[in-house]
């Protein structure tokens, strides 16, 4: 059974930082590409970030380079999103999702995910 569980969400003040995780299980992990998306209220889902299977390259949405950072450690099956200087456009649901396509942001293109962590940023 596949699973992916994000976990580190909260509430943080404007420039504050938080770290998400996300777990997966039930398959191959080291073969899959992995993806952070977040959505706002009445907003459509969008690419925050994504990390290569193959070699780990990285690509980020305009909005968040040099604030968020991605990375995978394969022996733990888990993904992390350091997010940085948050500012409160960042409050969003923030969803992990895995892939076979390499080095993606389509949603379309991912297989599994998560159900979600809530950032909220906030004073």
């Known amino acids: 059974q596949v699973q992916l569980v994000e976990s580190g969400g909260g509430l943080v003040q404007p420039g504050g930082s938080l770290k998400l995780s996300c777990v997966a299980s039930g398959f191959d992990f080291d073969y899959y590409a992995l993806g952070w998306f977040r959505q706002a209220p009445g907003k459509e889902r969008e690419g925050v970030s994504c990390?290569?299977?193959?070699?780990?390259?990285?690509q980020y949405a305009d909005s968040v380079k040099g604030r968020f950072t991605i990375s995978r450690d394969n022996a733990k099956n888990t993904v992390y999103l350091q997010m940085n200087s948050l500012k409160p456009e960042d409050t969003a649901v923030y969803y992990c999702?895995?892939?076979?396509?390499?080095?993606?942001?389509?949603?379309?293109?991912?297989?599994?995910w998560g159900q979600g962590t809530q950032v909220t940023v906030s004073s």
């Open positions: 999702a895995a892939t076979i396509v390499d080095f993606t942001m389509s949603l379309d293109d991912y297989d599994y």
């Open positions: 990390i290569a299977s193959s070699d780990s390259s990285t």
